[in-house]
Protein backbone atom coordinates (compact mmCIF):
# COMPACT_ATOMS: atom_id res chain seq x y z
CA UNK A 1 0.00 0.00 0.00
CA UNK A 2 2.87 2.24 1.16
CA UNK A 3 4.22 1.54 -2.05
CA UNK A 4 1.56 2.27 -4.41
CA UNK A 5 0.93 5.43 -2.69
CA UNK A 6 4.65 6.95 -3.49
CA UNK A 7 3.89 5.73 -6.89
CA UNK A 8 0.58 7.64 -7.18
CA UNK A 9 2.62 10.74 -5.54
CA UNK A 10 5.47 10.12 -8.13
CA UNK A 11 3.22 10.22 -11.08
CA UNK A 12 1.15 13.39 -9.58
CA UNK A 13 4.34 15.02 -9.39
CA UNK A 14 5.78 13.91 -12.77
CA UNK A 15 2.64 15.35 -14.62
CA UNK A 16 3.07 18.45 -12.54
CA UNK A 17 6.57 18.93 -13.92
CA UNK A 18 5.34 18.65 -17.36
CA UNK A 19 2.65 21.07 -17.49
CA UNK A 20 4.77 23.58 -15.54
CA UNK A 21 7.38 22.73 -18.24
CA UNK A 22 5.20 22.82 -21.40
CA UNK A 23 3.48 26.20 -20.02
CA UNK A 24 6.45 27.63 -19.75
CA UNK A 25 7.52 26.89 -22.94
CA UNK A 26 4.17 27.83 -24.88
CA UNK A 27 4.45 31.06 -22.51
CA UNK A 28 8.27 31.84 -24.39
CA UNK A 29 6.38 30.69 -27.87
CA UNK A 30 3.89 33.53 -27.08
CA UNK A 31 5.63 36.22 -25.95
CA UNK A 32 7.97 35.93 -29.21
CA UNK A 33 4.95 35.84 -31.19
CA UNK A 34 3.30 39.05 -29.42
CA UNK A 35 6.55 40.90 -29.43
CA UNK A 36 5.28 42.71 -33.02
CA UNK A 37 2.97 45.59 -32.27
CA UNK A 38 1.10 44.46 -34.81
CA UNK A 39 -0.38 41.19 -32.90
CA UNK A 40 -3.87 40.68 -31.53
CA UNK A 41 -3.01 40.77 -27.50
CA UNK A 42 0.08 43.61 -27.69
CA UNK A 43 -2.31 45.77 -29.56
CA UNK A 44 -3.43 49.63 -28.36
CA UNK A 45 -6.65 48.79 -30.06
CA UNK A 46 -7.14 45.65 -27.86
CA UNK A 47 -6.44 48.35 -24.96
CA UNK A 48 -8.99 50.64 -25.81
CA UNK A 49 -11.83 48.31 -26.44
CA UNK A 50 -10.92 46.77 -22.89
CA UNK A 51 -11.47 50.13 -21.52
CA UNK A 52 -14.52 51.12 -23.30
CA UNK A 53 -16.41 47.36 -22.11
CA UNK A 54 -15.33 48.58 -18.73
CA UNK A 55 -18.33 48.79 -15.85
CA UNK A 56 -17.57 52.35 -14.78
CA UNK A 57 -18.95 55.81 -17.15
CA UNK A 58 -15.99 57.76 -16.02
CA UNK A 59 -13.64 55.04 -18.15
CA UNK A 60 -15.88 54.56 -20.80
CA UNK A 61 -16.13 58.31 -21.29
CA UNK A 62 -12.62 59.09 -21.03
CA UNK A 63 -11.68 56.03 -23.76
CA UNK A 64 -14.10 57.38 -26.47
CA UNK A 65 -12.24 60.76 -25.85
CA UNK A 66 -8.99 59.30 -25.88
CA UNK A 67 -9.55 56.83 -28.71
CA UNK A 68 -11.06 60.29 -30.86
CA UNK A 69 -7.46 61.69 -30.60
CA UNK A 70 -5.72 58.11 -31.31
CA UNK A 71 -7.49 58.02 -34.56
CA UNK A 72 -6.67 61.37 -35.41
CA UNK A 73 -2.94 60.89 -34.37
CA UNK A 74 -2.91 57.50 -36.51
CA UNK A 75 -4.97 58.81 -39.98
CA UNK A 76 -1.99 61.59 -39.92
CA UNK A 77 0.74 58.81 -39.42
CA UNK A 78 -0.58 57.47 -42.59
CA UNK A 79 -0.92 54.14 -40.57
CA UNK A 80 -4.23 52.71 -41.85
CA UNK A 81 -6.33 50.32 -39.24
CA UNK A 82 -6.60 47.32 -40.68
CA UNK A 83 -10.27 45.18 -40.78
CA UNK A 84 -9.14 43.70 -37.70
CA UNK A 85 -7.67 46.18 -35.76
CA UNK A 86 -11.22 47.82 -36.63
CA UNK A 87 -13.60 44.72 -35.35
CA UNK A 88 -11.62 44.68 -32.13
CA UNK A 89 -12.55 48.58 -31.94
CA UNK A 90 -15.99 47.94 -32.62
CA UNK A 91 -16.31 45.28 -30.08
CA UNK A 92 -15.06 47.51 -27.66
CA UNK A 93 -17.47 50.57 -28.88
CA UNK A 94 -20.74 47.66 -28.91
CA UNK A 95 -20.01 46.94 -25.14
CA UNK A 96 -19.72 50.52 -24.24
CA UNK A 97 -23.12 50.83 -26.01
CA UNK A 98 -25.00 48.03 -24.16
CA UNK A 99 -23.57 49.45 -20.41
CA UNK A 100 -24.84 52.58 -21.39
CA UNK A 101 -28.06 53.82 -19.59
CA UNK A 102 -30.42 57.45 -19.50
CA UNK A 103 -31.62 58.01 -22.72
CA UNK A 104 -29.51 61.40 -22.62
CA UNK A 105 -26.93 59.20 -21.90
CA UNK A 106 -26.96 56.71 -24.80
CA UNK A 107 -27.67 59.77 -27.43
CA UNK A 108 -24.51 61.50 -26.60
CA UNK A 109 -22.77 58.56 -26.59
CA UNK A 110 -24.46 57.14 -29.96
CA UNK A 111 -23.74 60.76 -31.45
CA UNK A 112 -19.80 60.69 -29.94
CA UNK A 113 -19.76 56.91 -31.74
CA UNK A 114 -21.08 57.43 -35.21
CA UNK A 115 -18.97 61.09 -35.40
CA UNK A 116 -15.36 59.41 -34.72
CA UNK A 117 -16.03 58.37 -38.37
CA UNK A 118 -14.60 62.27 -39.34
CA UNK A 119 -11.41 61.59 -37.31
CA UNK A 120 -9.85 59.33 -40.07
CA UNK A 121 -8.36 60.46 -42.84
CA UNK A 122 -8.72 59.77 -46.23
CA UNK A 123 -12.32 59.41 -46.26
CA UNK A 124 -12.02 55.55 -47.75
CA UNK A 125 -11.11 54.61 -44.52
CA UNK A 126 -14.03 56.45 -42.59
CA UNK A 127 -15.67 53.93 -44.51
CA UNK A 128 -14.11 51.13 -43.67
CA UNK A 129 -14.97 52.21 -40.01
CA UNK A 130 -19.10 52.07 -41.29
CA UNK A 131 -18.32 49.09 -43.12
CA UNK A 132 -17.13 46.86 -40.24
CA UNK A 133 -19.52 48.71 -37.92
CA UNK A 134 -22.48 46.69 -39.59
CA UNK A 135 -20.37 43.54 -39.36
CA UNK A 136 -20.45 43.89 -35.71
CA UNK A 137 -23.82 44.99 -35.58
CA UNK A 138 -24.84 42.11 -38.03
CA UNK A 139 -23.36 39.39 -35.37
CA UNK A 140 -24.05 40.99 -32.26
CA UNK A 141 -28.20 41.46 -33.07
CA UNK A 142 -29.23 38.32 -31.77
CA UNK A 143 -27.86 39.11 -28.95
CA UNK A 144 -29.36 42.26 -28.18
CA UNK A 145 -32.44 42.15 -25.84
CA UNK A 146 -36.00 43.91 -26.50
CA UNK A 147 -34.45 46.47 -23.12
CA UNK A 148 -31.70 47.36 -25.52
CA UNK A 149 -33.02 47.49 -29.06
CA UNK A 150 -33.89 51.06 -29.15
CA UNK A 151 -30.43 52.80 -28.31
CA UNK A 152 -28.93 50.17 -30.91
CA UNK A 153 -31.40 51.74 -33.27
CA UNK A 154 -30.74 54.87 -32.62
CA UNK A 155 -27.20 53.44 -32.99
CA UNK A 156 -27.55 52.61 -36.38
CA UNK A 157 -29.56 56.31 -37.51
CA UNK A 158 -26.77 58.49 -36.11
CA UNK A 159 -24.09 55.85 -37.98
CA UNK A 160 -26.10 56.22 -41.64
CA UNK A 161 -26.25 60.09 -40.92
CA UNK A 162 -22.45 60.13 -40.96
CA UNK A 163 -21.98 58.18 -43.68
CA UNK A 164 -24.22 60.44 -45.68
CA UNK A 165 -22.12 63.50 -44.35
CA UNK A 166 -18.87 61.91 -45.07
CA UNK A 167 -20.10 62.17 -48.87
CA UNK A 168 -21.72 65.86 -48.33
CA UNK A 169 -18.15 66.99 -46.49
CA UNK A 170 -16.45 65.82 -49.68
CA UNK A 171 -18.91 67.19 -52.52
CA UNK A 172 -20.27 63.99 -53.55
CA UNK A 173 -17.29 63.09 -54.79
CA UNK A 174 -18.21 59.88 -57.14
CA UNK A 175 -15.82 57.46 -55.97
CA UNK A 176 -16.92 58.22 -53.09
CA UNK A 177 -20.12 57.58 -53.38
CA UNK A 178 -19.73 54.75 -55.43
CA UNK A 179 -17.84 52.83 -52.42
CA UNK A 180 -20.48 53.86 -50.36
CA UNK A 181 -23.22 52.22 -52.65
CA UNK A 182 -21.10 49.20 -52.39
CA UNK A 183 -20.76 49.02 -48.53
CA UNK A 184 -24.52 49.30 -48.06
CA UNK A 185 -25.25 46.74 -51.16
CA UNK A 186 -22.93 44.26 -50.03
CA UNK A 187 -23.21 44.92 -46.19
CA UNK A 188 -26.22 45.25 -44.16
CA UNK A 189 -28.93 45.61 -47.18
CA UNK A 190 -27.60 42.30 -48.65
CA UNK A 191 -30.22 39.71 -48.14
CA UNK A 192 -28.55 36.89 -49.61
CA UNK A 193 -25.85 36.71 -46.52
CA UNK A 194 -26.06 34.20 -44.09
CA UNK A 195 -25.91 36.72 -41.25
CA UNK A 196 -28.25 39.63 -42.59
CA UNK A 197 -30.42 40.72 -40.29
CA UNK A 198 -33.93 41.64 -41.27
CA UNK A 199 -34.35 44.30 -37.97
CA UNK A 200 -31.31 46.28 -39.28
CA UNK A 201 -32.60 46.06 -43.15
CA UNK A 202 -36.16 47.57 -41.83
CA UNK A 203 -34.18 50.39 -39.85
CA UNK A 204 -31.90 51.26 -42.26
CA UNK A 205 -34.50 51.66 -45.08
CA UNK A 206 -36.90 53.13 -42.51
CA UNK A 207 -34.02 56.29 -42.04
CA UNK A 208 -31.81 56.93 -44.85
CA UNK A 209 -33.51 58.75 -47.09
CA UNK A 210 -34.97 61.38 -44.00
CA UNK A 211 -31.40 61.25 -42.91
CA UNK A 212 -29.69 62.25 -46.59
CA UNK A 213 -32.68 64.52 -46.79
CA UNK A 214 -31.51 66.75 -43.98
CA UNK A 215 -27.88 67.27 -45.76
CA UNK A 216 -29.09 68.26 -49.29
CA UNK A 217 -27.52 71.04 -50.92
CA UNK A 218 -27.04 72.63 -54.15
CA UNK A 219 -24.23 70.81 -54.98
CA UNK A 220 -26.13 67.86 -54.98
CA UNK A 221 -25.99 66.10 -57.82
CA UNK A 222 -29.49 64.55 -60.00
CA UNK A 223 -27.24 61.37 -60.43
CA UNK A 224 -25.87 61.02 -57.23
CA UNK A 225 -29.11 59.64 -55.66
CA UNK A 226 -30.03 56.88 -57.57
CA UNK A 227 -25.93 55.72 -57.19
CA UNK A 228 -27.03 55.73 -53.39
CA UNK A 229 -30.64 54.11 -53.40
CA UNK A 230 -29.59 51.37 -56.23
CA UNK A 231 -28.70 48.99 -52.80
CA UNK A 232 -32.75 49.55 -51.75
CA UNK A 233 -33.52 48.25 -55.44
CA UNK A 234 -31.06 45.26 -55.07
CA UNK A 235 -32.53 44.42 -51.83
CA UNK A 236 -35.81 44.48 -52.70
CA UNK A 237 -35.53 42.65 -55.93
CA UNK A 238 -33.94 39.80 -53.72
CA UNK A 239 -36.01 39.70 -50.75
CA UNK A 240 -37.96 36.73 -49.08
CA UNK A 241 -39.50 39.07 -46.40
CA UNK A 242 -42.59 40.57 -47.60
CA UNK A 243 -42.32 43.14 -44.57
CA UNK A 244 -38.57 44.22 -45.48
CA UNK A 245 -40.54 45.04 -49.43
CA UNK A 246 -43.25 46.98 -48.11
CA UNK A 247 -41.03 48.97 -45.99
CA UNK A 248 -38.62 49.45 -49.74
CA UNK A 249 -42.21 50.63 -51.38
CA UNK A 250 -43.07 53.05 -48.68
CA UNK A 251 -40.01 54.78 -47.50
CA UNK A 252 -37.98 54.59 -50.77
CA UNK A 253 -40.49 54.26 -53.67
CA UNK A 254 -42.69 56.54 -52.84
CA UNK A 255 -40.35 59.03 -52.51
CA UNK A 256 -39.40 58.52 -56.14
CA UNK A 257 -42.88 58.54 -57.19
CA UNK A 258 -43.76 61.99 -55.62
CA UNK A 259 -44.83 60.84 -51.78
CA UNK A 260 -43.94 62.08 -49.20
CA UNK A 261 -40.27 64.02 -49.14
CA UNK A 262 -39.95 63.78 -52.77
CA UNK A 263 -40.05 67.88 -53.37
CA UNK A 264 -36.74 67.72 -51.25
CA UNK A 265 -34.92 65.61 -53.45
CA UNK A 266 -34.15 66.21 -57.21
CA UNK A 267 -35.45 63.16 -58.72
CA UNK A 268 -34.15 62.69 -62.71
CA UNK A 269 -37.56 60.75 -64.25
CA UNK A 270 -35.50 58.96 -67.21
CA UNK A 271 -32.64 58.12 -65.07
CA UNK A 272 -35.38 56.58 -62.62
CA UNK A 273 -37.23 55.15 -65.50
CA UNK A 274 -34.26 53.45 -66.87
CA UNK A 275 -32.57 51.80 -63.71
CA UNK A 276 -36.78 50.45 -63.28
CA UNK A 277 -36.62 48.48 -66.58
CA UNK A 278 -33.02 47.43 -66.04
CA UNK A 279 -33.93 45.89 -62.50
CA UNK A 280 -37.12 44.46 -63.93
CA UNK A 281 -35.23 42.80 -66.45
CA UNK A 282 -32.71 41.58 -64.36
CA UNK A 283 -32.34 37.62 -64.07
CA UNK A 284 -32.20 37.02 -60.36
CA UNK A 285 -35.22 39.57 -59.51
CA UNK A 286 -38.02 38.19 -57.79
CA UNK A 287 -41.41 37.55 -59.85
CA UNK A 288 -42.86 39.85 -57.51
CA UNK A 289 -40.32 42.64 -57.80
CA UNK A 290 -40.35 42.53 -61.44
CA UNK A 291 -44.00 43.14 -61.23
CA UNK A 292 -43.70 45.97 -59.12
CA UNK A 293 -40.86 47.67 -61.10
CA UNK A 294 -42.54 47.38 -64.09
CA UNK A 295 -45.97 49.36 -62.69
CA UNK A 296 -43.81 51.83 -60.82
CA UNK A 297 -41.99 52.66 -64.68
CA UNK A 298 -46.07 52.43 -66.14
CA UNK A 299 -46.71 55.17 -63.78
CA UNK A 300 -44.06 57.40 -64.25
CA UNK A 301 -45.09 57.05 -67.62
CA UNK A 302 -48.17 57.81 -67.08
CA UNK A 303 -47.12 60.64 -64.73
CA UNK A 304 -45.49 62.28 -67.81
CA UNK A 305 -48.70 62.18 -69.91
CA UNK A 306 -51.16 63.78 -67.37
CA UNK A 307 -47.83 66.46 -67.39
CA UNK A 308 -48.12 66.97 -71.02
CA UNK A 309 -51.91 67.80 -70.83
CA UNK A 310 -51.65 70.19 -68.53
CA UNK A 311 -49.37 71.82 -70.24
CA UNK A 312 -51.49 71.92 -73.64
CA UNK A 313 -54.54 72.94 -72.25
CA UNK A 314 -52.59 75.93 -70.38
CA UNK A 315 -51.47 77.09 -74.28
CA UNK A 316 -55.05 76.48 -75.16
CA UNK A 317 -56.14 78.58 -72.40
CA UNK A 318 -53.83 81.65 -73.24
Known sequence: LYARVQLCAQSAVQRLYFYVRDTIVKSSEIKLRFDNKLTFMAGTEVKFANRLGSNEPTVRSRAIKALRKWISARSASSQKLSELELLKLWKGLFVCMWHSDKPLVQEELAESIANLVHNFNPPDAGIEYIKVFFLTIAREWHNIDRLRLDKFYMLIRRVVSSSCRVLKDNSWEEGLVQKMKKLYQEGPLNPTLENTSAGVQLHVTEVYLTELGQ????????????????????????????????????????????????????????????????????????????????????????????????????????
Not at 250 to 278: A, C, H, R, Y
Request: aromatic share 10%.
Open 215 to 318: LLDDDFPETCLMDLLEPFFFLYSRTKNSTIAETVEKNVFSVLMGGKQSDIFKIDKENLKETLVQWAANRDTSGKARKCFYALKKRLADQDCGENVQVKRRRLQH
